[in-house]
């Protein structure tokens, strides 16, 4: 590739990376599958069933499709819009719970095959050093420029899918418990798939877990729901928990136990978490059953350390207060049939 000395060097360049984009746009078809079989081998969290591999050649055919043209045009990259299979794929990984990370690796690991090879067209092409660097650099301007504005797109479909997924996944979970709390389930398996917590041959705890913290700097659903699992965690529970909010302050949860504590032992747990969050328990139980009676017992003595306010301590369980709890469930039912 040769250009008179009179030409000016901008011309030169948009001449050049027009070029190396027409020869990009040429051998698309080796592109695609070359960053096909790099995102796949190198990210492990991509390498999903046959319809997720399928939608990444989609998303990846079509960026190819949609970036080339910037190059070989010289088109505004401000222009750029992700195309509809990258959207899709972003929504697919959301639904399918693969991390962001992975997507965003996708990207850079997108951008740098795709800047590879075009270096490697462009050294094949001009040999003036002055010129050369001047065509790289604005070979990877471009390709960065299209990513940034790119990625900006799928992320935010990404995030929006995620957050209509676990609400949809919320509302199910929320709705099988308190099937669970009312009668055995036809399909235990099944259920047990959806909760991502097995109840048969566990031994559970159930807990009412609350706070009367109002920080706006992190959501309390997602504080006492890490707080629960840190919990499991200082009790030495060998499974993960399972945590329902109830509302912002408040939320139902179960640990899986290796070992029944002691009241003593959940109070120093949760006094070495010192998370501002009050504990109320049930007694340990085998089984969907014992799963259900804990919950009870839990929520009882709940009713009670409401009941005492300030007076009630931090931490309670039914086995302590289990009279006191009994009575005041007996006292808000008569309220109820006395209404």
Same mark, same amino acid.
């Given at each position: 590739?040769?250009?008179?000395?009179?030409?000016?060097?901008?011309?030169?360049?948009?001449?050049?990376?027009?070029?190396?984009?027409?020869?990009?746009?040429?051998?698309?078809?080796?592109?695609?599958?070359?960053?096909?079989?790099?995102?796949?081998?190198?990210?492990?969290?991509?390498?999903?069933?046959?319809?997720?591999?399928?939608?990444?050649?989609?998303?990846?055919?079509?960026?190819?499709?949609?970036?080339?043209?910037?190059?070989?045009?010289?088109?505004?990259?401000?222009?750029?819009?992700?195309?509809?299979?990258?959207?899709?794929?972003?929504?697919?990984?959301?639904?399918?719970?693969?991390?962001?990370?992975?997507?965003?690796?996708?990207?850079?690991?997108?951008?740098?095959?795709?800047?590879?090879?075009?270096?490697?067209?462009?050294?094949?092409?001009?040999?003036?050093?002055?010129?050369?660097?001047?065509? @790289?650099?604005? =070979? !990877? *301007? %471009?390709?960065?420029?299209?990513?940034?504005? /790119? +990625?900006?797109?799928?992320? &935010?479909?990404?995030?929006?899918?995620?957050?209509?997924?676990?609400?949809?996944?919320?509302?199910?979970?929320?709705?099988?418990?308190?099937?669970?709390?009312?009668?055995?389930?036809?399909?235990?398996?099944?259920?047990?798939?959806?909760?991502?917590?097995?109840?048969?041959?566990?031994?559970?705890?159930?807990?009412?877990?609350?706070?009367?913290?109002?920080?706006?700097?992190?959501?309390?659903?997602?504080?006492?729901?890490?707080?629960?699992?840190?919990?499991?965690?200082?009790?030495?529970?060998?499974?993960?928990?399972?945590?329902?909010?109830?509302?912002?302050?408040?939320?139902?949860?179960?640990?899986?136990?290796?070992?029944?504590?002691? @009241?003593?032992? =959940? !109070? *120093? %747990?949760?006094?070495?978490?010192?998370?501002? /969050? +009050?504990?109320?328990?049930? &007694?340990?139980?085998?089984?969907?059953?014992?799963?259900?009676?804990?919950?009870?017992?839990?929520?009882?003595?709940?009713?009670?350390?409401?009941?005492?306010?300030?007076?009630?301590?931090?931490?309670?369980?039914?086995?302590?207060?289990?009279?006191?709890?009994?009575?005041?469930?007996?006292?808000?039912?008569?309220?109820?049939?006395?209404?």
């Amino acid at each position: 590739m040769g250009y008179p000395r009179s030409t000016d060097l901008a011309t030169q360049v948009a001449a050049c990376v027009a070029e190396v984009g027409a020869a990009l746009s040429h051998n698309r078809a080796a592109l695609i599958r070359d960053l096909y079989q790099r995102l796949s081998s190198e990210i492990a969290e991509l390498r999903g069933d046959e319809s997720l591999q399928a939608s990444l050649v989609a998303s990846i055919e079509d960026n190819v499709e949609t970036s080339l043209p910037f190059l070989q045009y010289g088109v505004d990259i401000g222009q750029a819009e992700a195309p509809p299979a990258a959207i899709e794929y972003a929504r697919r990984l959301a639904q399918h719970g693969v991390p962001v990370r992975a997507l965003v690796r996708a990207y850079r690991l997108g951008q740098d095959t795709v800047l590879q090879r075009a270096l490697a067209i462009l050294n094949t092409k001009v040999s003036d050093p002055y010129l050369l660097t001047a065509v @790289a650099q604005r =070979l !990877a *301007a %471009a390709n960065f420029a299209y990513i940034d504005h /790119v +990625t900006e797109q799928v992320l &935010e479909a990404y995030e929006e899918e995620r957050d209509r997924w676990l609400q949809h996944r919320n509302a199910t979970r929320e709705a099988l418990i308190h099937e669970l709390l009312r009668t055995d389930p036809g399909d235990l398996a099944g259920v047990e798939a959806i909760l991502g917590y097995r109840l048969s041959h566990r031994r559970h705890l159930g807990l009412v877990v609350w706070t009367a913290h109002t920080g706006k700097a992190d959501p309390q659903a997602s504080s006492l729901a890490r707080f629960t699992s840190d919990l499991a965690d200082e009790l030495g529970c060998p499974y993960h928990p399972l945590f329902l909010p109830r509302d912002q302050a408040s939320g139902w949860a179960w640990l899986s136990l290796a070992h029944s504590p002691t @009241a003593e032992t =959940l !109070a *120093a %747990a949760v006094q070495v978490l010192a998370r501002g /969050v +009050t504990v109320a328990a049930g &007694e340990p139980g085998n089984g969907v059953k014992g799963f259900r009676r804990s919950h009870h017992q839990a929520s009882q003595a709940h009713k009670a350390m409401l009941a005492a306010a300030d007076s009630a301590p931090s931490v309670a369980t039914f086995g302590e207060i289990g009279a006191v709890a009994l009575l005041c469930d007996d006292q808000l039912r008569g309220t109820d049939a006395g209404n």
